[in-house]
């Protein structure tokens, strides 16, 4: 992403409705589906760096981040609390949960991540995946974030059906879809880019109302899926018979 939204994502993480909500929301998952109390977790893509003390709750986290800049700031961080900054993710060591939060969107070849991570993922083990849903939403925003695509269930359950067993698999954001897919239409029809509007914490007000819609989602995710919403969330487990 460029680096101006990327500044802009470090200082909002911790309090940005969206970031609180969806780790609240990826929390209740992991809980849900772990079998074991100490798990060997990879962040894969972590960006700032916004799940990784919710991880650590689980067990050991390695964190891999591809951009030099991000990496050495992720270092920094989180250097006293235990968190391992990895240069190499696709090595010998084999992990028991996998997180990409929003990643595979950015990779251009993403029937090859996907194997790639099934290659480091224990058997039986679990990768949780989150991505941007609906084409016909792809805008601006999309571009600035470095996006290849969005996705839909379809697709994204085809991505991973040779490998692994769907365990979760549901749009989310589904309370505040109309009005965020509606500015997202009326920006693209007018041209206009509109990402600093989008990752800039709005008022203490709208942000705790947007919170509060977007994270009342963990519960009801718990035990039912969305039929539309703005992203998509997914668990999937390795499949023990295949390698």
């Known amino acids: 992403m460029e680096k101006s939204i990327y500044l802009k994502q470090i200082d909002n993480e911790s309090k940005h409705w969206w970031f609180k ?14 079998t074991k109390k100490k798990m060997s977790i990879l962040d894969f893509g972590s960006g700032s760096g916004t799940n990784i003390h919710m991880l650590s709750k689980y067990g050991e986290v390695d964190v891999y981040e591809k951009d030099n800049k991000t990496s ?17 993710c696709f090595s010998k060591k084999k992990y028991d949960l996998i997180l990409a939060a929003d990643v595979i969107e950015h990779i251009k070849n993403d029937k090859q991540i ?14 949780v995946v989150t991505v941007p849903a609906y084409q016909f939403l792809f805008s601006k925003k999309d571009k600035a974030l470095k996006h290849f695509r969005r996705y839909n269930i379809t697709n994204l359950k085809k991505l991973f059906s040779s490998n692994f067993k769907t365990l979760k698999l549901s749009y989310y954001n589904f309370f505040l879809f109309a009005p965020i897919a509606l500015a997202i239409i009326f920006f693209k029809l007018i041209n206009h880019q509109f990402i ?3 990752e800039k914490k709005p008022n203490s007000i709208l942000n705790y109302i947007f919170y509060s819609l977007f994270k009342l989602e963990k519960f009801i ?7 539309f919403g703005i992203s998509i969330i997914s668990v999937f487990k390795k499949n023990k018979y295949l390698l």
């Not at 050495?72 to 190499?88: M, R, Y």
């Open 21 to 34: 909500a969806r780790r609240e929301i990826l929390n209740i998952q992991i809980k849900k589906y772990s």
């Open 72 to 88: 050495t700031f992720l270092k920094k961080k989180f250097n006293k609390n235990g968190i391992k900054i990895i240069k190499k």
């Open 114 to 127: 996907v194997k790639s991570l099934n290659k480091i993922l224990k058997k039986n083990g679990l990768i």
């Open 196 to 198: 600093n509007k989008t």
């Open 221 to 227: 995710l718990k035990y039912f899926n969305f039929p």
